[in-house]
Structures are given as C-alpha cells and as structure tokens.
Nanobody
C-alpha cells in the first residue's frame, strides 16, 4: 500500500502565501513524477505543477511566476509554495505521485492524496 499525506492548506487573504506539503509512504520501490493538481467546485481536476526526473518541471500557465514546486527524493516529499494568491486559486489541492511499489510484478501507478482545501478570501 502507498499513502500520500498532504498538509498546509487553509484560509488566506488575497496576495498572501501558503506552502503545501505532501509525503509519500508505504511499500515504495521508486517514485518518478510528483506533483499537485487542484479542483474547484463544479470544475474538473487540473494540473497545477509537476516535477520528474524525465520531464523536468511543468506549471499551469495560471500559476507561473507565483507558485514553485520543489521536491526531496530522500524524504519522498514534494512542496508547493504559493505566493500572490488570488480568489481564483481557491480549490481542493491534491498531491499525486507516480509510484512503482515493492510488490512483485507491480507496475507504475498514480496515487493521490486525500486533498487539502485552499481558500483565498478577504
């Protein structure tokens, strides 16, 4: 079993900052990509930022210059530093990891965290 645990969400005023954290644990042999997605009410889940050894770092156009993704492979942790937040950034943020588990015969699988709410409001 693989678990992703997120933290760092909350309520912040426009222009403020938050830092999200996500740590993977469990029966993990290797992790390729890790990243963040978000889902606002009534909308589909969308990519925010991802990072991997093979594809580098990607950001949604809407967050470029404001959000920064970083990662510590040894700690199996990915962070999302969010600056200059606007009400349009309000959503549930989900951590994602592309994991090869230690189970014999396993394949690369996308795992998701439970989500953390980010609300930007005055």
């Amino acid at each position: 079993q693989v678990q992703l645990v997120e933290s760092g969400g909350g309520v912040v005023q426009p222009g403020g900052s938050l830092r999200l954290s996500c740590t993977a644990s469990g029966s993990i042999f290797s992790i390729n990509g890790m990243g963040w997605f978000r889902q606002a009410p009534g909308e589909q889940r969308k990519l925010v930022a991802t990072t991997s050894g093979s594809d580098g770092t990607r950001y949604a156009d809407s967050v470029k210059g404001r959000f920064t993704i970083s990662r510590d492979n040894a700690r199996r942790t990915v962070w999302l530093q969010m600056n200059s937040l606007t009400p349009e950034d309000t959503a549930v943020y989900y951590c994602m990891a592309d994991v090869l588990s230690q189970t014999e015969g396993s394949t690369w699988t996308y795992y998701w965290g439970q989500g953390t709410q980010v609300t930007v409001s005055s």
